[in-house]
């Protein structure tokens, strides 16, 4: 996992055109052994997380997964808290969290991660499992440090260059 995620990083930081985000996600998925992840990005004008990638997710839930308001479900209270929102086991989650559409998923272990940066949010991913899992703080730090990764990057191409 650690190289992976350096291989992440670095490719990131070198990007000197457009990250293919769904590869990205593809990637992040495949190096923490996860079979389902989604990515969206923060609208400051809507105050919604809209979809920019998705591996997994069935067809007749992407469009409740299109665009979530900041405090609903897993990646809307992970960009509202600003810190990941982890579940062991989505399918027998009682906590509210998850949003009932979620299940139907049928992953279990899942993580929501903020993309953060100087305390500015750029959006959410999440990625799952299809078995219940708890992420270990170094898997949970090497997110983190993924999503700053990937808020640089937003940043950068959002601001005019000259």
């Known amino acids: 996992m650690l190289s992976t995620t350096s291989a992440i990083l670095s490719s990131l ?3 000197a055109s457009e990250v293919n985000w769904q590869k990205l996600l593809e990637d992040i998925i495949s190096s923490f052994d996860c079979s389902t992840g989604t990515l969206h990005f923060y609208d400051k004008e809507s105050n ?4 920019q990638a998705q591996q997994g ?3 007749f839930l992407l469009p409740k997964m299109t665009e979530i308001p900041i405090g609903k479900g897993m990646a809307g209270i992970a960009a509202e808290r600003r810190q990941p929102v982890e579940m062991c086991n989505l399918q027998t ?7 009932p559409a979620a299940k139907e998923t049928k992953v279990e272990g899942s993580i929501a991660v903020p993309m953060l940066l100087e305390g500015n949010l750029y959006g959410v991913f999440g990625v ?3 078995v219940p899992y708890d992420f270990t703080q170094d898997e949970q730090d090497a997110l983190i440090r ?3 990764e990937m808020s640089r990057y937003i940043r950068a191409q959002a601001s005019p260059v000259g």
């Open 13 to 15: 930081r070198n990007h």
């Open 48 to 51: 919604l997380l809209k979809l």
């Open 57 to 59: 997710i069935p067809a």
């Open 93 to 99: 989650d009682n906590s509210g969290v998850a949003r």
């Open 128 to 130: 799952a499992k299809p």
């Open 146 to 148: 993924i999503g700053q």
